[in-house]
C-alpha cells in the first residue's frame, strides 16, 4: 500500500471517486488496497484508504476539464484552477511538465 499526503484537510467520503494531480511520470501499484490517505490531521494514521480507478500520464498542458472534474480540493476542478493549485503546490512548476492525474475510490 502506497502513502499519498495532502496538504490540506480533505473530508473524504465513503465510495466517492476523488482524484489528484501529481507532478510527474508516476505509476502506484494496484492491490487489495491500493492507497493510505494522510492528511495534516491524520499524519500518522491514515485518514482513509483508498483503491485506484485510474492512473494516467499527461502533458499539463494538454489536460483539459474532464481530467479535473473530481479533484479533491473543488477550486481545481477546471484548468486555471488545477494550474493554481500546482504552482502553490510546486514553486518552480511549468505547464510542459508531465504530471499524472491519479483518479481513486473511498473505502
Known amino acids: 500500500m502506497e502513502a499519498l499526503r495532502f496538504k490540506v ?3 473524504f467520503e465513503e465510495g466517492k471517486t476523488y482524484s489528484v494531480c501529481l507532478r510527474g511520470a508516476r505509476r502506484y501499484p494496484k492491490d487489495e488496497f491500493d492507497l493510505s490517505l494522510y492528511t495534516p490531521e491524520f499524519w500518522e494514521k491514515p ?3 483508498a483503491n485506484i480507478v485510474s ?3 499527461y502533458r499539463f498542458r494538454d489536460v483539459d476539464a474532464k481530467y ?4 479533491y480540493d473543488e477550486t481545481a476542478r477546471h484548468y486555471y484552477g488545477l494550474l493554481t493549485a500546482m504552482n502553490n503546490v510546486y514553486k518552480d ?3 510542459r511538465e508531465i504530471i ?3 483518479q481513486f475510490v473511498i473505502v
Open 9 to 11: 484537510e480533505v473530508n
Open 47 to 49: 485518514k482513509a484508504i
Open 55 to 57: 492512473q494516467k500520464q
Open 68 to 71: 479535473c472534474i473530481d479533484n
Open 93 to 95: 512548476f511549468d505547464d
Open 100 to 102: 499524472t492525474i491519479l
